[in-house]
Structure formats: structure tokens, C-alpha cells
């Protein structure tokens, strides 16, 4: 070949290639903007990009559409008039799928003709309107983002200051010193069930979310103080929202990885309707990895899940909405049938955990003339734990220890109504309706040699009822006051409570914002509590606890924020919780107390006549992302305590102390946004929770831990320190966005105490240890 076709021909290639490289991959930005309250479409919003001369105005249903956007990291300004503006920043624009936004905006208050009020520019700021303290909200790109979070609500949220998990091996969070049993879970307006896989009974968190990330909207995490809507929680509340699926267009995501196979599916149901269906499912990969040798799990772990939301709107009968959640999840361990092998008494026991949870629910809003909205859910859940643990004899014969089957069905009827006044005055009124029946059986064997005995075997029903009545007031650009009531009331034992709730929020100015808050909460005892079984002086069976009443908690938050610009702000939260009613042991020697209970049932008899009180100092320093850098740091000192039925104080078993977390992420994006680098990290030192001390010669004795409760959580156990890394790659393609991610949990490998027990075999007390690193590869493509 001659020179000069050579040099023509590498020319050509280069020119191609070049132009290959430097094609602009772009997509569509589209999305609806609705009143805050009423949730109305806005008319004639204007629309525009700040990264780029682009633009758009809603037309008559609120809908807007941008095409042809680079793709990259945007910002966007909406305003309309009457309205705040709203100003979105560090919106993600890739080229597997269109970026579909729900904007609500807030009305500005008016003086006759006058508008006095200034453009807000938020982050973070609660979805929920009524919520002005010790609240957030997050998004679904917080749970694929921050190192660690693994797409779970929960361990996304351990990033936030006063959170702390429970232990490494579940995603239980720990509020502010109170115990995860405290934490209400909220969907689409409705109280739902322990949405986590391998949950036990009476918990609120599990080995993993059964939840998809996919189908998550930006939702609220509130830590105290709560508005008159949430009841029944003591601790916090997860108000999660399920985004709708692509009404314009069918988009597709596949994602396989370590904790399982993953598809969803989203679209419209038809050209000229404005209808969508969302859809995901979950087949986990664990069994197949331990099977393998890859993971040492130590036992056989399976789950699979299956969610969607399916939006239907009408022309005039308002808006329909079918969505649901289901997982099932077990765990099976065989003990070795060679004595050769046992080198415990551990080795010798076999068990088997099943956890099965599954909601249904339907929505319906409409608006009630031009000053009301209507919305009504119906939902149907249902859950199961289950588990028994056998013991192999000498024979290799199974000796049945335990056994456990907690069945609860529930259908619940929730209606709210949100009002407008005026510009100024915002009213919010609702009720909530649940029938619940249950099919509780526990028994157990004291020791190998005994007889089983009955704890629990009862098949009841029972209903609970919830209203609430909120108003917030807006008296100037500067000051929004809000009071409340929430009334929860028990058939099962006809126990009733009023709860106040009242919170003030001052803008001093655009730097600073001062907020105080305050709160009469309860929370109803764990279903299995009221039905334990015991036996009177004269040998007869009775339910000890049917008659306990709610455990109650007063909150007072005081919190103050400083924003040094748009993009960092210093915030400080003061709180003190004042707990009382919690049921305690009858017997003075017993300390036992609800406030340090995190999973399953106590079977032992109960009065409400023990107390508690948390109080602390949360500390946070957080840059929001911008230039694709972003950071946290925080720091809670707190105390948490309890009085037990012998008068006396103790620690809670919660009572850490100290939280210090720092949480950061830096991306790397090409110039041509083709390619985009993460890495994430997060560092935790926090003071161990409290123990007590094991009564070696009684458990000698009695061939089980004894503890000596007279020194309930004396002891703390070592300090918690952990560090996790995430890094990612993605890849924008001219029809798809591919992302491979590497989580390192625990990355420095530390191995946490978790507790203390006694070992027969070495006839001592040693620490029992949590997980070491564990390394979570995901790939996920969409389309």
C-alpha cells in the first residue's frame, strides 16, 4: 500500500473514531409540577436548565418535556406564578434512561396584591410539608451512593447523626438511644409491615430491604418530634414514596451481583394514556456463592422478592394506584452428624428461620372543588416468622428444642384530607382503621432432658383505630407555627391516648433557621407480648400482659442550622425524651424492661410502671454535592437510661455514648460524560453498647448464660469502629448505562464485639464477635 493511502486510511479511522469519541450522547428530562398541598398540576411553569440554554413550559396537565440534554450532571430553576421557586441541583442525566422528575411547589403567602416573600433554595427539605423538625429526605441515589447502604433505606440512614445500626449482620437502626422496636414503617400514606428479609419477630429491620431501590421516590426520615400524622412509634419513622414508571416510554434494568439477580421493567400501557406500571423482581444468588465455596455463610440463605406500583389516572374520577411488596426469605443450618466435629455444644444444634412478609394496597385522591384533597388506601398485609432449633443426641437423633409460628394478617383503612385556607393556612385531618387477626404457637424445652412446654398458642383478632388532626400556619415569610393532635386507641384491652404536638420553624434570615418542636408519642407493645402465656397460683393459664397499655414518650427537639453558602450548612439538634409507661418485670428482682428490647417477644408478666429518658447533642457538618464532590460529618453524644420495677436506674442497653461519622464521595466523569469513577467512603467510631456481667458458677450450673440482672448493662463493651469503601464505574452508551460497583463493608476487616456469652466448652465467658469484611460486586445495565 502506498504511503499516502496509508496516511489517507489512518486518517479516515482516526476521523471516524474522533468523531465516535466525541458524538454528544444525550436524553430527555420530563416530569410533572403539582402544588406542595393539593398536589394540582401547575399550568405554565417555566422550566429551565441552568447547565445548559434549555428549556420548557408545562402545559394544562403540569407536564413538561426537555429532549435532546447532554447527558451529565444538571441543574434546574422552575417558577411559576403564585409560587416559590424551586431550584433542583446535581441532577443525574444518563443515557440508558429518560429522567423522569415529580416537582411540587409551595405557594408563596400574599398580602392583598403584594407577594413578600424570597426565592427559596433547599436541599434535603421533608417531602412532607408538616414535618419542621428533626426531619429529612433522601433519595434513591443516597441509597446507591453512599458506601455501604447497598440500595437499603435503613443502612442509608445509619450515615445520619443520632443512627446507629444495631449490629453488622442486620440493618436495625438504633435512634437517638431508643430501641429499633420504636421505628414506624410508612408506604404511599399507610403503615405497613417490617418490609426487610429474615426479620424476626417483633423487629423492624432485617438482613435486607425487600423493597427495591427501583421503585423508590424521594421519601422522609424522621428522627423525633413528629407530626400529628405518624403514631405508633417512639423512635423514628421511614415515610417511604414509590416513584411511577415512564408513562411515554418502556425502559428495562438487569442487575446481577453477590446479594442476587435483579430485573425490572417499566412503561406505559398505552400511547394516548397516561397510566404507567413499574415493576421489579429479586432472585438471590447467596445459596449458589455458599454452595460454592465462594461465601462461608455457615448456612443454607435464600430470598426472593417481587414489587410494583401501577399508576391510573381518569379524566374525572381522580387518580388510581395498585402497588405491593412481597419477600420470602429462610435460612437452614444442619449440624455434621460426626461427634468427631464438635468441639461445642453449638456444633451440635440444627435450625431452621423463615420469614415471610407480603402487602397489597390501593390508593385513590381526588379533588374536592379547588381547595381540598381527598385520598383514600386500602392495603392487606401479611407475615410470618417462624423457626425451630433441634438438638442432635449422641444417637444423632434430633432433639426438638424450640419451635416458633407467628402468623399476622392485617387489612388496613387509612383517609386523609388536606385542606387549603388560604395562602397562609394549611389543615391536614385523617384517620386510620386496622383489623388484625393472629395465629401465635411457641414452644420450648428448658433443657435437652425436659418436657416441651407451651409459651404462646392462641388464635385471636383484634382492631386498632388512629385520627389525627394537624394545622400549620404560615404568619410571615419568617415564621411557620404547626399544632396537633393524634389519638390511638387499642380494642384489644380498650387502651386510649391523645397526643399533643406542636413545632414553631423561624428563617432569621437566608443563613440562618431556628427551629423548636415537641411531641406526646406511644406505641402499641409487640403483638406476641399480649399474648404470652403463664400460669396463676392455682395452676391456671392466663395472658399476664393482655391488659398492658402503650409505651409513651414525650419529645422537645430544639435545632438550629447555619448555611455557610448554597452548598454547606452546620447543623445543631438538642433533644430530650422523657419515656414513661414502658412495661417492666412485676418482680423487683426481675430488671427487664421493653426500652432494651429489639426483636421477638418477652413472655414473662408485665406492668407499665418503668421509665426511661434519652437526651443528647447532635452535631452535623454537610456539604451537598457539587462538583461532584460531596461530605458529611457528625457527631451525637448521648445518654440513654431506664428505670426498672425495683425503682432503681441502669443504663439501656443502646446507651453508646458517642456516634462520630464521616461519610464523603468524589466522582471522576470524562469530558465527553461517557465514563464516570466513584469512590465513597465512610468512617464510624462510635462507644460500644452496654452488657451484663455473666454469672459464671449459675451458668455452670444450669447449662445456659445466666447473667447477674441486678447489674443489667453495667458493662460496656468495646469501642465500635468501622471503616467502608464503595467504587464504582459507569458507562453511558448511545443506548444504554452500564455500572459496575465494588462495596467493601467493613473494609479494615475489624471484628466488633457484639457481646459476651458463656462457653461450656472452655468454661468461661467469651466475646461473641460480628462480621469481618465483606465484599458486595454488583452490575447493573439499564436500558
Known amino acids: 500500500m502506498k504511503s499516502y493511502q496509508r496516511f489517507f486510511l489512518t486518517y479516515l479511522l482516526l476521523l471516524i473514531f474522533g ?409 391536614r385531618t385523617g384517620v386510620i382503621g386496622n383489623a388484625i387477626w393472629f395465629d401465635f404457637f411457641e414452644k420450648y424445652r428448658p433443657k435437652v432432658d425436659d418436657a416441651m412446654k407451651t409459651s404462646i398458642n392462641t388464635k385471636a383478632q383484634t382492631q386498632s383505630v388512629q385520627a389525627y388532626l394537624q394545622t400549620q400556619y404560615r404568619m410571615n415569610d419568617k415564621l411557620t407555627a404547626q399544632v396537633g393532635l393524634h389519638a390511638l386507641s387499642l380494642l384489644l384491652n380498650n387502651s386510649f391516648s391523645v397526643e399533643p404536638r406542636a413545632a414553631l420553624r423561624y428563617e432569621m434570615n437566608e443563613k440562618q433557621v431556628f427551629s423548636l418542636g415537641y411531641g406526646l408519642h406511644s406505641q402499641l407493645q409487640g403483638w406476641g407480648i399480649y399474648f404470652a402465656n403463664a400460669t396463676d397460683s392455682f395452676g391456671q393459664a392466663t395472658m399476664p400482659n393482655r391488659n398492658l397499655g402503650f409505651s409513651k414518650a414525650h419529645h422537645i427537639v430544639f435545632s438550629q442550622q447555619y448555611s455557610f453558602h448554597k452548598d454547606l450548612k452546620l447543623k445543631t439538634e438538642f433533644y430530650y425524651q422523657h419515656l414513661f409507661n414502658i412495661p417492666v418485670s412485676t418482680f423487683d428482682t426481675n430488671t427487664m424492661s421493653a426500652i432494651n428490647l429489639q426483636n421477638d417477644y418477652v413472655r414473662d408478666p408485665m406492668v407499665n410502671k418503668g421509665k426511661g429518658r434519652n437526651y443528647g447533642l447532635e452535631i452535623s457538618l454537610e456539604k451537598y454535592l457539587s462538583k461532584q464532590f460531596y461530605y458529611m460529618a457528625s457527631a451525637s453524644l448521648y445518654t440513654a437510661k431506664y428505670t426498672a420495677s425495683n425503682g432503681k436506674e441502669y443504663n439501656s442497653k443502646f446507651n453508646g455514648g458517642q456516634i462520630y461519622n464521616l461519610i464523603a464521595g468524589k466522582e471522576f466523569s470524562s469530558k465527553n460524560q461517557r465514563r464516570t469513577f466513584g469512590l465513597n467512603v465512610k468512617m464510624l467510631y462510635a462507644g460500644g453498647y452496654r452488657t451484663t456481667p455473666v454469672n459464671v458458677d449459675e451458668s455452670l450450673k444450669q447449662e445456659t448464660t445466666v447473667y447477674y440482672m441486678q447489674q443489667s448493662f453495667t458493662e460496656q463493651l468495646p469501642a465500635y469502629y468501622r471503616g467502608d469503601i464503595r467504587i464504582s464505574m459507569k458507562w453511558n452508551r448511545k443506548r444504554f448505562t452500564s455500572t459496575l460497583s465494588l462495596d467493601l463493608q467493613n473494609a479494615t476487616n475489624r471484628k466488633n464485639v457484639y457481646d459476651r456469652m458463656y462457653d461450656f466448652s472452655t468454661k468461661s465467658v467469651k466475646y461473641v464477635y460480628q462480621t469481618g469484611i465483606i465484599p458486595i460486586l454488583n452490575y447493573k445495565i439499564e436500558w
Open 19 to 427: 468523531s465516535a469519541q466525541a458524538q454528544t450522547l444525550v436524553q430527555t428530562i420530563r416530569g410533572t409540577v403539582t402544588d406542595k398541598i393539593l398536589q394540582k398540576p401547575i399550568p405554565g411553569a417555566t422550566i429551565r436548565l441552568l447547565t445548559v440554554t434549555m428549556g420548557d413550559q408545562t402545559d394544562e396537565q403540569g407536564m413538561f418535556s426537555i429532549q435532546g440534554v447532554p447527558v451529565g450532571v444538571h441543574a434546574i430553576v422552575v417558577s411559576a406564578l403564585g409560587y416559590k421557586e424551586v431550584t433542583l441541583n446535581n441532577l443525574t442525566l444518563n443515557s440508558g434512561k429518560e429522567l423522569v422528575l415529580q416537582v411540587t411547589m409551595e405557594e408563596k403567602i400574599i398580602e392583598g396584591k403584594e407577594v413578600v416573600i424570597k426565592t427559596a433554595k433547599k436541599k434535603n427539605v421533608p417531602i412532607n410539608d408538616m414535618s419542621l423538625i428533626s426531619a429529612r429526605s433522601f433519595s434513591v441515589e443516597e441509597t446507591q451512593k453512599y458506601a455501604a447502604a447497598v440500595n437499603d433505606p435503613s443502612r442509608m440512614a445509619s450515615n445520619y447523626p443520632g443512627v446507629m445500626m444495631a449490629d453488622d449482620g442486620n440493618n436495625q437502626i438504633v435512634i437517638r438511644g431508643n430501641s429499633p422496636s420504636g421505628l414506624l414503617w410508612r408506604m404511599e400514606g399507610v403503615d405497613i409491615p417490617n418490609p426487610n428479609h429474615f426479620a424476626s419477630a417483633g423487629s423492624s429491620g432485617g438482613g435486607i430491604s425487600i423493597i427495591s431501590s427501583q421503585l423508590l421516590s424521594n421519601s422522609d426520615f424522621v428522627t423525633g418530634a413528629f407530626s400529628s400524622e405518624y403514631g405508633n412509634a417512639l423512635s423514628g419513622v421511614f415515610d417511604l414514596k414509590l416513584r411511577k414508571g415512564n408513562n411515554k416510554k418502556r425502559e428495562y434494568s438487569l442487575q446481577a451481583g453477590v446479594l442476587g439477580l435483579n430485573a425490572a421493567a417499566e412503561g406505559p400501557f398505552a400511547s394516548n394514556y397516561k397510566g404507567s406500571y413499574l415493576i421489579n423482581y429479586r432472585y438471590s444468588t447467596l445459596s449458589v456463592l455458599s454452595k460454592s465455596g465462594i461465601l462461608d455463610m455457615g448456612a443454607v440463605t435464600n430470598f426472593q422478592d417481587l414489587s410494583y406500583n401501577i399508576f391510573l389516572p381518569t379524566k374525572s374520577m381522580g387518580t388510581f394506584t395498585l402497588f405491593s411488596f412481597g419477600g420470602l426469605s429462610d435460612q437452614n443450618y444442619d449440624a455434621k452428624k460426626d461427634s468427631s466435629t464438635w468441639k461445642n455444644y453449638g456444633d451440635r444444634y440444627s435450625s431452621k428461620f423463615i420469614s415471610n412478609t407480603g402487602l397489597w394496597g390501593a390508593t385513590h385522591s381526588i379533588h374536592l372543588g379547588s381547595s381540598n384533597l381527598l385520598k383514600t388506601c386500602i392495603a392487606f398485609s401479611k407475615t410470618r416468622n417462624a423457626y425451630h432449633v433441634d438438638y442432635t443426641l449422641n444417637d444423632y437423633n434430633n432433639q426438638r428444642l424450640y419451635e416458633q409460628d407467628f402468623q399476622t394478617q392485617k387489612i388496613t383503612l387509612s383517609s386523609s384530607l388536606n385542606h387549603r385556607v388560604n395562602s397562609r393556612w394549611n389543615v
